[in-house]
């Protein structure tokens, strides 16, 4: 019984929004502003998921949205909280393609109608040796590749970002070959760990965290996990993939998470958790980020040093 | 003329402001670092943010002479204290990765010293650095004769080359900055080499 109660427990039920953004004003305003701590219902926040949650302390809200890699936005790690609000998220489609059985358009609202949201804290390392703690809002990317019925010859994933320079300032100049774009093994996409992320921390998608959908494969580096998805295709060749074909050395197609492989130019070995200050120290970076028992079995067999 | 007006207001003004007044942001990003004010990584703001103005310093250093031959302006007393200072700061830099980010884990340090080509660059690039500042002073300048005494401060070349190419190996993909500090440094070697052929030229 206590086990389940905790786990049901939420940071929203905690804190309300509404004053963990706003303390101050709140403070400020003295008892009138007491009556928002009954005031905001939490009905609509999605259940946080045991099975697939880590117990780590959670990232601020704040570090979570403004300490972002975002190109799109540029290369600043503050420029996609400052340059995002341009970004228009509704109405938004996502067309998909390929060897499925139901390709097409498919708008933002009827690919969340009737998937099974719920809330799973995840950890996100950074390719560049950072990471966080993120409580994330989504959907097993399963659930939707099922509904549109992959075919027998279907064996990649392939995801495009939006291109729209005239919102998505970074996209004006060439840091990168636009549209970003990633890829999965199929049944990495399949893993239940595999999410289409819609929010987080019981809130709607930031645009600098990739709104209004976006990947997040927590066992491999950050960049695998593509934000403001507006392309799904089911292929039969591994796909090309952004920052793959960027820097081919630096970034393979399957990027995991691994300790024992270092970037040509950096170690991987450790990594600075995002928030702890100026006297943190940094802390060991896991195989597969520590995901190994539920990822590993996928690779069996595989030299992931060579297959980096 | 204006350049010999300019050189006049120069001549007045001291250099020791320098060793104070361009300190300072340094030491207010670290008191910003201390009252958490820089973010969800400030570890890195540091880092990078003492590296850059060390680079910067440097490039201004190297811009004394260009300024004085093509403008007339004669900035080169305040020289010695910018390269002081930029020397501080590449120090500061420096610490901030040893204390701070690497936490002297010294086994860890050694190894990404030999391991990463970025790293054995600034390495070099701040040990160059060392014979710079412990002879700007004019004792040093005495005992060694001007000759020697530049000959050892041309390092500063070789300390602004490992600067920008230190930058650029650390970055993914080209961002624009450390491309931008690499031109600047290339042009103001460029101009210098330059001058030299074409004064070899003239003596022939």
């Known amino acids: 019984m206590t086990y389940r109660f905790t786990t049901e427990l939420r940071y929203s039920d905690v804190t309300p929004k509404s004053l963990w953004l706003n303390r101050r004003q709140i403070m ?46 540029g290369t600043g790690k503050d420029d996609p909280a400052r340059h995002a609000s341009s970004l228009t998220t509704s ?18 609202e009827d690919i969340i109608k009737g998937v099974n949201l719920e809330e799973r804290i995840y950890r996100l390392r950074c390719v560049e040796a950072w990471s966080m703690v993120v409580p994330w809002i989504g959907f097993q990317l399963s659930e939707f590749l099922q509904r549109v ?19 998505m300032r970074g996209q004006r100049s060439r840091g990168l070959d636009w549209p970003y774009r990633e890829g999965l093994r199929l049944d990495e996409a399949m893993h239940p760990l ?29 960049f695998k996990s593509i934000k403001s998805i507006v392309r799904i295709s089911l292929v039969s060749d591994q796909p090309e993939t952004t920052w793959n074909m960027q820097a081919p050395r630096e970034y ?7 300790p024992n492989r270092s970037h040509p130019r950096w170690s991987q070995a450790t990594e600075r958790v995002v928030g702890g200050g100026l006297f943190a120290k940094r802390i060991e970076t896991r195989m597969f980020n520590g995901y190994a028992d539920e990822v590993a079995s996928l690779y069996s067999g595989m030299d992931l040093i060579t297959n980096y | 003329m204006l350049q010999s007006k300019v050189n006049g207001v120069i001549r007045r003004i001291p250099a ?34 003492y590296g850059e103005r060390g680079l910067q310093l440097i490039i201004l250093a190297l811009l004394i002479t260009p300024i004085h031959r ?37 086994a860890m340090i050694v190894t990404e010293i030999v ?7 600034g390495m070099v690039g701040f040990v160059a650095l060392l014979p710079l500042v412990i002879t700007s002073n004019n004792l040093s300048l005495r005992r060694l004769g001007p000759k020697r005494w530049r000959r050892i401060h041309q390092l500063t070349y070789f300390v602004a080359v490992a600067g920008a190419v230190h930058y650029l190996l650390v970055v993914k993909a080209w961002p624009t900055e450390p491309i931008v500090y690499a031109v600047i440094v290339l042009s103001l070697l460029a101009i210098r080499l330059w001058w030299k052929m074409k004064a070899r030229g003239r003596h022939q």
Do not use: C
């Not at chain 1, 502003?33 to 990232?59: C, H, Q």
């Not at chain 1, 109405?91 to 933002?108: I, M, N, R, S, T």
């Not at chain 1, 393979?252 to 691994?258: A, C, I, K, L, M």
């Not at chain 2, 910018?82 to 980010?101: E, P």
């Open chain 1, 28 to 73: 400020a305003g003295g008892t009138a502003a007491l009556g928002l701590l009954a005031g905001p219902s939490m009905a609509t926040t999605p259940p946080r998921n045991p099975r697939y949650s880590v117990k780590d302390e959670l990232t601020d809200y704040d570090d979570i949205t403004s300490y972002n890699n975002f190109y799109e936005f």
């Open chain 2, 16 to 49: 020791w402001p320098i060793y104070i007044i361009f300190p300072l942001p340094g030491l207010f990003l670290f008191w910003q670092a201390l009252g958490d004010n820089l973010g969800a990584n400030p570890i890195q703001v540091l880092e990078h943010a």
């Open chain 1, 252 to 258: 393979g197609f399957y990027s995991n998470v691994n």
């Open chain 1, 91 to 108: 109405p938004w489609e996502v067309k998909v393609d390929g060897l499925v059985g139901k390709p097409g358009v498919y708008a933002f």
């Open chain 2, 115 to 121: 391991r990463r080509p970025y790293i054995t660059i």
């Open chain 1, 194 to 222: 595999t999410l289409l992320a819609t929010g987080l921390y019981g809130e709607d998608m930031p645009k600098q965290n990739g709104a209004p959908i976006r990947l997040v494969v927590p066992w491999k580096y950050g």
């Open chain 1, 149 to 167: 019925e992959p075919q027998a010859g279907a064996r990649y994933v392939a995801f495009e970002t939006l291109y729209r320079p005239e919102e």
């Open chain 2, 70 to 106: 093509l403008a007339g302006i004669n900035l080169i007393k305040f020289r010695r204290a910018i390269g002081v200072i930029a020397f501080v700061y590449v120090l500061a830099h420096m610490l901030t990765w040893l204390i701070l980010d690497q936490g002297l884990d010294m």
